[in-house]
């Protein structure tokens, strides 16, 4: 059986196609790490350490604390990491992690307040479908009372609320662990360590909620290990996606800039822009041509009423104009309903509905037709081609 972890099913749930790359075809994203992602490792880092001396009867200073800090960040940074806020520098960010662990320290020591039961914790525990999920805790720790603590440190510059905290999917699965594991356990503890804000949040799941994330998780696992597609899905998110560069989404694009960056002239005669350039030129053309159409039709009826003709003559082409019956369908929804129904009884039901080719289109994707009727309907591929803006900044 698979293992699977709160990031792995969080990607697909992104986006189907980041999930392929990254689990199924094993590619590496091409991301520069971040200041933010380094920081936070090195903060994690630091208060392993505290907490590993601790095992061992040692209370390390807080200056000897702080040394480790800045001699881990010393040895592991490098120039290509990445610094996206104009207005900060790699130092604001060092000063920060400095900063997060010094109110840690004064806050939390001697660090005895709970029995540390495992610092960077990892396990697999059995869902009740077999799949394993990866358990991975920052802090876990208990008192005497029986109340179990899955900590996680979160170096966020915005501070966390409990609705957050309550609807967390990645502490609350790690409850179904130490509820497994700890036959003891009078309560699941899920707490946030908001280091920028030297602040907690805690939060709690019942039984039935524990059931239910259960379920839901399982219901994702099933979707990935059924799925046959993995199609992209475009959102805000992509702009931290490090597989931009072999994303069909985003490929051209990238192509595009390399060109743009080159010269104009390059950018200007890629075969795709030419191509998107002259598809949305026609378009345009088209739904001009459309209003036009309508409205030299509404004067070509005017201009018949005002002469008392119902033929108006072109140079090659005549105009015929003819007045027909029309027919209005009741506007109010209940005489609409009362219409169909009397179609129905006087038996014109069958010969003047017309079957709903979208419906049925989407029903047949979603399978939800009995197998008979799949069985007599066929799907193949096919391609539409859909214009959207680009988005500001988009070479
Ligand atoms: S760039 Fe966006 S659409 Fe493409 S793989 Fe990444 S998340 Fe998916």
Redesign the pocket.
């Known amino acids: 059986m698979a293992t699977y972890s709160h990031s792995k099913i969080s990607a697909f749930e ?2 189907p ?2 999930y392929k ?1 990254h689990y199924i075809d094993k590619e590496k994203p091409e991301i520069p790490e971040t200041i933010e992602l380094f920081m936070g490792k090195r903060v994690h880092e630091t208060l392993e350490k505290l907490y590993t001396d601790k095992k061992f009867k040692k209370l390390v200073s807080k200056a000897t604390l702080l040394k480790f800090y800045n001699d881990i960040w010393e040895k592991e940074y490098s120039d290509d990491i990445l610094v996206v806020k104009e207005e900060l520098t790699a130092e604001n960010y060092r000063k920060m992690g400095k900063k997060f662990i010094e109110d840690y320290y004064d806050n939390y020591k001697p660090f005895d307040q709970l029995t540390i039961l495992g610092i960077e914790t990892e396990d697999r525990m059995t869902l009740s479908d077999g799949s394993q999920w990866h358990v991975r805790i920052d802090k876990f720790a208990c008192d005497d009372k029986g109340n179990y603590y899955v900590m996680d440190y979160k170096t966020n510059a915005g501070m966390k609320d409990q609705d957050e905290a309550d609807e967390d999917r990645q502490l609350a699965m790690y409850s179904i662990w130490v509820k497994d594991k700890f036959k003891d356990v009078k309560s699941v503890k899920l707490v946030w360590h908001m280091l920028a804000f030297n602040k907690e949040v805690v939060s709690e799941r019942t039984d039935e909620q524990l059931e239910k994330l259960q379920e839901d998780v399982i219901s994702v696992i099933k979707k990935i290990e059924y799925a046959k597609e993995f199609p ?4 805000k ?2 702009d931290y ?1 490090g ?2 560069n072999k ?1 069909p ?2 490929k051209h694009q990238l192509e595009l800039e390399i060109k743009a960056e080159e010269s104009v002239k390059k950018f200007k005669e890629d075969d795709g822009l030419k191509l998107v350039d002259e598809f949305s030129e026609v378009k345009n053309k088209l739904k001009e041509f459309e209003d036009k159409q309508d409205a030299l039709k509404a004067d070509l009826i005017e201009f018949a009423r005002q002469k008392g003709v119902n033929v108006v003559y072109g140079s090659n082409q005549k105009a015929s104009i003819k007045e027909f019956d029309k027919l209005v369908f009741p506007e109010n929804e209940e005489d609409y309903h009362k219409l169909i129904e009397l179609l129905k009884s006087r038996g014109h039901w069958e010969e003047c509905s017309m079957i709903c080719y979208p419906r049925i289109q989407g029903k047949a994707v979603r399978k939800e037709f009995h197998p008979d009727i799949m069985e007599k309907l066929r799907l193949e591929k096919d391609k539409r081609i859909s214009l959207s803006r680009r988005r500001d900044g988009e070479e």
Not at 232 to 235: A, E, I, L, P
């Open positions: 992104q986006c196609y980041k790359l992209t899905n475009v959102t998110l992509c996606c597989f931009k994303c989404s985003f």
